[in-house]
């Protein structure tokens, strides 16, 4: 692994949500993980393991219950500075599953975009701004004049690409995608991660990858990270995972990734992961390190029995 | 072997179908053209993105067509047998909603929709949904009703179905609301279930059971499925026979194996490629440039040789025929044509294809 400093840390990051007088939902139950400035993170799972909540809680659209989350050596968890907000409000940017849904009916490309700059007046005057949304389009695949047309005016995927326009504008240092690319044609999904992954190269963002897709996943990410049920299960590169799984979780969402090959797929059979029947408790587990980057929450004894 | 096959076996003929929908800014066009055969117990997978017309044509063989929605030409041929045994043959494009409604849908033709949450009751109990279908097309009583009901939440693998049947949707996971779904569908006993996209809302390792579910029930019943997805993992494993739409026709056909492993089309090769491919460790994908066309315009030429990296000058102008390739393989592209220029498949997707028949050899 590398020694540089971790752009963000999350520390046994809990958030719960209180339901009745009596039951709270633990949706996300001690997490921990890091993430280093240029890379992508996928965090997979199922839907209800919690993977959006964790993104949600970083950003601060939820408070968390415990723990602690470290934003560029600035604790963004508990309450907020004056400062520290604005810092995490401007460096920290979020792309959303539906982008129909998360851009303004009401509202012009060109200001859907431009509004975070003027919340946080990030420019010189009219004709600066003006510079940095066209230069922005452009470099998202869109041109000058769709500035000034409405969301509803665009397909799915140039709806997402200026959902991603507007995440960049900021410059921002972490871009949360949460599904982003879930709600797309499979054709225009490739369209938006090769997107993603050229700009990454270009300006340097890191990316936490909030998907259920392994196989996208892949494409994408340096290192992934496995939820169920709140907790992180399992965590490693994108090789180790892919090539050297542990966790009979991970085991079963990768058996779950439907091959290319139709004589093969015709007599592939998905792997069951039963919890009860394993009697797999996570509270109960503790982190194994196999390689400095590979880590599987088991019971000592779980992880005699899954490493075989 | 389609053409050895006599005619009774074909349980539904589709023979060009065209549909246009009055909208606020002109007519579209969403369907132009399209030929299709369902033989009994066979599975057929419709494959296409968004705006091509896939949902559009199993909507019409329901007879639930928007009501801007306009079949210009066509027929849809219906043969099924009747309560008496007799061989019957309709053309479901003449008969009025109603009509259909009463005789067809339901009973004859099933649908499991894509999302098990708006498709189902929320004021009903699981129960109730299930027994109403039957209730109303075969006129038995309430306990028969019920038992059958027992032994169809059973059959889809619902646990404990006795709990189960007085509960309420929200009261169930995805998956299982879906196996509701497909309950409800085979409560009559249908002769075509059409599945569009019954997995699309699920999670991974759900969809993997349903699918496996829906293959079981369908080699148990002999009845004939029609899926339709826009994901080529869930064509592979379960179609016999696939058609591949774009801008609402069918650009190319055949059964699984041609596809698969000789796609001759510019945009089945796009589609092949785009998909995600575990084992190889290329770190760009094959994306098809360009979007879908607007169908409000009019359409001169291929539909899809602006996005067409291989397109000739001809494509801009004549609309490409029907090409026979052998077999049951039928391609709708210039390409094909004899006189066109030798163009052979993206490198990337060849390299695929052959590590594919390798693994097929190796397996046997």
């Known amino acids: 692994m590398d020694n540089r400093a971790p752009l963000l840390q999350v520390k046994n990051l809990k958030q719960h949500f209180k339901i009745s007088r009596k039951y709270t939902t633990k949706a996300v139950d001690g997490i921990s993980f890091d993430i280093y400035p240029g890379e992508t993170y996928g965090l997979v799972g199922e839907s209800g393991s919690g993977k959006s909540t964790t993104g949600r809680s970083i950003i601060r659209l939820y408070t968390p219950t415990d723990g602690e989350v470290v934003f560029d050596g600035r604790k963004v968890s508990g309450k907020l500075s004056k400062e520290d907000e604005k810092y995490l409000r401007t460096n920290m940017q979020m792309i959303f599953q539906d982008p129909m849904a998360c851009l303004n009916p009401r509202k012009k490309v060109k200001e859907i975009i431009a509004q975070g700059l003027e919340i946080h007046h990030l420019y010189k005057d009219k004709a600066d701004l003006d510079e940095k949304v066209d230069r922005i389009l452009e470099r998202v695949g869109l041109s000058k004049e769709h500035a000034t047309r409405f969301p509803h005016q665009f ?4 709806r997402q690409r200026i959902g991603i326009a507007r995440a960049l504008i900021m410059n921002p240092k972490l871009v949360i995608a949460d599904e982003a690319i879930s709600a797309l044609d499979v054709s225009i999904q490739a369209q938006v991660v090769n997107l993603m992954k050229d700009l990454q190269d270009e300006l340097g963002t890191t990316y936490l990858f909030i998907a259920h897709d392994l196989s996208m996943v892949k494409y994408i990410s340096n290192r992934i990270g496995v939820m169920h049920l709140g907790h992180i299960v399992e965590t490693g590169t994108t090789d180790e995972i892919f090539h050297n799984p542990i966790h009979p979780y991970t085991k079963s969402l990768l058996s779950a990734i439907p091959h290319p090959n139709p004589v093969v797929e015709k007599k592939r059979v998905a792997m069951v992961y039963d919890m009860e029947k394993e009697g797999v408790d996570y509270t109960k587990g503790k982190l194994f390190q196999l390689t400095p980057t590979h880590s599987v929450l088991a019971t000592d004894d779980e992880f005699v029995r899954w490493s075989k | 072997m389609t053409e050895k096959k006599n005619k009774k076996d074909r349980v539904l003929s589709i023979r060009d179908l065209s549909i246009s929908f009055e909208t606020g800014s002109g007519i579209v066009n969403a369907i132009r053209g399209v030929r299709l055969d369902l033989f009994r117990g066979e599975t057929i997978a419709i494959v296409g993105e968004s705006g091509s017309g896939k949902s559009v044509t199993v909507k019409a063989i329901m007879g639930i067509l928007s009501s801007n929605g306009k079949i210009d030409e066509g027929s849809i041929i219906f043969n099924y047998k009747d309560a008496h045994g007799e061989e019957k043959s309709v053309d479901l494009v003449k008969m009025s909603p109603k009509q259909i409604r009463y005789q067809i849908c339901g009973k004859k033709i099933a649908m499991v929709f894509q999302d098990p949450m708006t ?37 889809v693998g619902i646990e404990s179905p006795e709990k189960r049947i007085n509960q309420y949707p929200h009261q169930l996971s995805g998956g299982m609301r879906q196996r509701v779904v497909i309950a409800i569908a085979l409560s009559c006993n249908p002769d075509i279930l059409i599945c569009d996209e019954p997995t699309t ?55 699984i194996n041609e596809i698969f492993y000789d796609p001759r089309h510019p945009y089945t090769w796009g589609l092949l490629s785009s998909m995600p491919d575990v084992d190889t460790d290329s770190h760009r994908l094959f994306a098809i440039p360009g979007s879908p066309p607007n169908l409000l315009e ?18 801009f102008e004549e609309e490409p025929p029907i090409f026979d390739v052998g077999g049951q393989h039928r391609v709708c592209s210039w390409l094909c044509d004899p006189r066109a220029p030798k163009v052979s498949m993206p490198e990337q997707l060849r390299i695929r294809i052959e590590k594919m028949k390798k693994e097929d050899l190796a397996n046997g």
């Open chain 1, 155 to 158: 397909s799915g995927g140039q």
């Open chain 2, 119 to 155: 498709s189902l009751d929320p004021t009903m109990t699981i129960g109730k949904q299930i027994m109403e279908g039957m209730i109303e097309h075969e006129k038995i009583s309430h306990a028969e009703a019920k038992e059958r009901a027992l032994n169809l939440l059973t059959y």
């Open chain 2, 298 to 315: 009019k359409i001169s030429g291929d539909a899809f040789a602006p996005r067409n990296p291989f397109a000739l000058k001809i494509d």
């Open chain 2, 201 to 255: 809302a699920l999670d991974v390792t759900i969809q993997a059971k349903i699918l496996e579910l829906i293959k079981t029930v369908q080699a148990e019943k002999g009845i004939s499925v029609i899926y339709i997805t826009h994901d080529l993992g869930v064509v592979a494993k379960v179609a016999d026979y696939v058609a591949v739409m774009y801008a609402g026709k069918i650009v190319e056909k055949g059964n």
